[in-house]
């Protein structure tokens, strides 16, 4: 997608020599007042952008997770610090399944090779999944563009059509397109009118700081709202559609995504609106059938207890907005039922949230 008139992804290697090569990350905790890139060397250096939200979106994360490995071995690529990356990796943040998949998909490929030739592979390979998300993310798009063609045609074309998403499943938390965004970029090429409804979506305001940022960068027109405002606005009929990402959705349709995801599926039910979640299927945890069951990541208080903001000066400033001493806690996702998902977009489809629905669209994965 692009930044002003430049065409970026998300992540990417670098053109040195293999022995030096490293990868470049856009640092989405500076956006969107600054745009910086930074440079990873270092399996640590992939460790510390997943852990600390540099990059993040569950396809990034696998994205990012896969070039670790690769720069793990730049310097050392024998089995024992294969895998000890390969645990480093994977506990640097819990609910996101395209993490494992990704770290799986590594070491199965560079295990059985010698270590003379794992680093060539693992860079091939991380560019092999970086390429794949970028055209599964375009995939979804096109499945999800009919989705939003209908409705706009279901108005007569008389208006443009209003779409509410909530946190960034845009193309920063992707390699490219997005996965919830993937269908509005088309819509918006596709010359159909679109406007977005950007939930802020605290804490970290992924929707107010990115989204927003993401959607202005491609013309889109779009507004932030505050995340309680969802509801309001499907009870006056001034949304006609949700559409959120997710970091790991269970093979019956269960969907965990950023906390505040079920409150506004709840009130999408209420008011008869269609709420749909796109997703690559590498997002799909075939292990799990009950969302119940999926690892709730619990991150600092002090994402709750402060903001981070452009001052008058124009320097970023950190500012506490709760009174000293009143504790907060601050689980990252929730899970959405899956009666209350009208479908899944997929990069092969549109799926009902169910486990025969999706074993229509993956039938390799029948054996759960």
């Known amino acids: 997608m692009k930044v002003g008139s430049e065409h970026f992804r998300t992540i990417w ?8 090569r490293a990868v470049e990350i856009i640092d989405q905790t500076k956006l969107p007042f600054r745009f910086e890139i930074v440079k990873m060397e270092t399996v640590s250096d992939a460790v510390h952008a997943i852990g600390d939200m540099l990059v993040r979106g569950a396809p990034l994360i696998g994205a990012t997770a896969a070039y ?8 050392d690529a024998s089995d024992e610090n294969l895998q000890s990356s390969y645990d480093d990796l994977l506990a ?3 609910t996101a399944v395209n993490l494992r998949w990704a770290l799986d998909n590594m070491k199965n490929i560079l295990s059985p090779l010698e270590p003379s030739g794992r680093l060539q592979a693992a860079f091939a390979r991380a560019a092999e999944i970086c390429n794949e998300d970028a055209a599964q993310c375009s995939a979804i798009g096109d499945h999800g563009l009919g989705l939003i063609r209908e409705i706009y045609e279901k108005n007569g074309r008389s208006r443009p059509v209003n779409i509410l998403t909530h946190c960034n499943a845009g193309w920063l938390a992707t390699v490219d397109w997005g996965t919830a965004t993937a269908p509005i970029y088309k819509a918006f090429e596709a010359g159909i009118p679109v406007h977005v409804w950007v939930d802020e ?5 992924q929707g107010a700081s990115l989204t927003a940022w993401e959607l202005g960068q ?14 309001h606005l499907m009870q006056k009929g001034e949304v006609d559609m949700c559409i959120v990402g997710t970091d790991r959705t269970t ?3 269960d969907v965990c995504n950023k906390i505040g995801t079920y409150l506004k599926a709840l009130a999408a039910s209420d008011n008869s609106v269609p709420f749909y979640v796109a997703l690559p299927g590498t997002t799909i945890d075939w292990s799990i059938s009950d969302g119940r069951d999926i690892p709730i990541e619990e991150r600092s ?9 452009l001052s008058k000066s124009g320097e970023l400033e950190t500012v506490r907005i709760v009174a000293n001493g009143s504790p907060a806690i601050n689980p990252a996702f929730d899970v959405t039922p899956a009666k209350f998902v009208t479908a899944l977009i997929t990069e092969r489809g549109i799926a009902a949230p169910t486990e025969g629905g999706l074993a229509k669209l993956y039938p390799e994965e029948s054996k759960y």
Do not use: K, Q, S
């Not at 670790?68 to 310097?75: I, K, Q, S, W």
């Open 13 to 20: 290697a670098t053109d040195d020599a293999l022995e030096n």
């Open 68 to 75: 670790g490995m690769a720069l793990a071995m730049r310097n």
């Open 92 to 94: 640097a943040r819990p």
């Open 201 to 205: 979506t605290r804490p970290r305001n």
């Open 218 to 231: 491609n013309g889109v027109p779009h507004t932030v709202i505050v995340d309680n405002a969802g509801g």
């Open 251 to 253: 093979r019956a349709g």
């Open 301 to 309: 208080e002090a994402e709750v207890t402060e903001m981070t903001g």
